[in-house]
């Protein structure tokens, strides 16, 4: 059976001339031991006929598609690339994204000089027709001092098209993506490496994948509000109490709820929906009694304000100091990104 060095697995679904730009991407790379992946999870005809039409005569990208293997989405899809990658690395990709022409031998060769790392976080700019490599939205930095913190916190220290694993040790720890989720799955598969012990570093290497900042009518954040979503972000709560709790205790329950009011806030943005936000308060009870009463008396709250305070007002006053360190949070982060890339930009020339 023919092996490659490296294994890149990307879902696809609709969107050809993106797909194409991507693809194109990683067919420019000075790096040539690799395979790919590209499993789509039922694209339109279009999409199809472009992947057959440009990518038939090249033996290193494997075209499949996800069939009837339920349920739909791009986590299915990761799964299935995962359960074919013959190579020693691995590396996750979106379709509508752009890789540098030396994004693949950055990272091999950063991952073969250090044979005792897992995996290795890479720096990344932003794609939008050309390759920013100091965009606006940047990840990959080694500028949080407890990254497992900033995950539920929601202020994403890398993201999984960030990064390259070692095959076999994602197999060894059975890391997966979870295909009850219908949102945050990125955030949970970094979660989970994290909580498995998985050992990694920053590399000291140049931005090397570009993140898409054009709207996509597909995205996730799109179509979060739906109940599907809504029961989805229950379970995904859910797991981060249990999960983080059975690998630390108590130690990160101030950051789960932190967590749990970030979803709240995100999702009644534009009206409280009570029913969910007392689900939501159910949860946290469960593994946090009382931060979970904490919740349910800002629901109280939300109910005797909205009586005769407009609605923003209301929803704003029950949470003020969570929305103020959110802010805080949010600035403190870019200012942070923007004074690390000036030193590394400086450091080494770019």
Not at 215 to 223: C, L, R
Not at 295 to 302: D, G, H, V
Request: proline share 4%; with cysteine.
């Amino acid at each position: 059976m023919n092996t490659s060095v490296l294994s890149i697995v990307m879902p696809i679904f609709n969107h050809p001339d993106w797909v194409k730009v991507m693809v194109d991407s990683i067919r420019a790379n000075d790096f040539e031991d690799w395979e790919l992946w590209a499993v789509d999870d039922g694209s339109d005809v279009e999409t199809v006929a472009m992947l057959e039409r440009e990518f038939s005569d090249e033996p290193r990208i494997h075209y499949i598609s996800r069939g009837n293997r339920l349920p739909k989405g791009a986590q299915t899809c990761r799964n299935m690339g995962m359960e074919k990658a013959k190579g020693e690395y691995i590396i996750f990709f979106d379709s509508d994204d752009y890789v540098a022409p030396y994004c693949l031998r950055q990272r091999v060769e950063n991952m073969r000089r250090h044979p005792d790392l897992d995996f290795m976080v890479f720096p990344s700019g932003t794609y939008n027709g050309a390759f920013l490599p100091n965009g606006s939205e940047k990840y990959g930095y080694p500028v949080y001092k407890d990254d497992f913190k900033a995950f539920l916190h929601r202020t994403l220290p890398f993201i999984v098209w960030t990064n390259i694993y070692r095959t076999e040790v994602l197999r060894k720890h059975q890391l997966m993506w979870d295909t009850h989720l219908r949102s945050y799955q990125d955030s949970d598969f970094n979660i989970q490496a994290l909580l498995h012990g998985l050992c990694y570093e920053y590399a000291v290497a140049k931005p090397d994948y570009g993140y898409r900042t054009e709207g996509n009518a597909d995205s996730i954040s799109k179509k979060i509000q739906s109940e599907a979503h809504r029961k989805s972000i229950l379970y995904f709560l859910d797991k981060q109490y249990r999960e983080t709790q059975r690998v630390w205790g108590k130690k990160y329950d101030r950051d789960v709820y932190l967590c749990t009011l970030f979803l709240y806030s995100n999702l009644m943005a534009s009206k409280v929906d009570v029913s969910f936000a007392q689900q939501m308060a159910a949860v946290v009870m469960k593994y946090d009694s009382i931060r979970g009463k904490q919740l349910l008396y800002k629901i109280k709250w939300y109910l005797f304000f909205s009586r005769f305070l407009p609605e923003k007002l209301s929803r704003q006053l029950i949470m003020p100091f969570y929305l103020i360190r959110k802010r805080w949070t949010e600035r403190r982060t870019t200012y942070l990104l923007s004074k690390f890339w000036q030193k590394y930009a400086v450091a080494n020339n770019i």
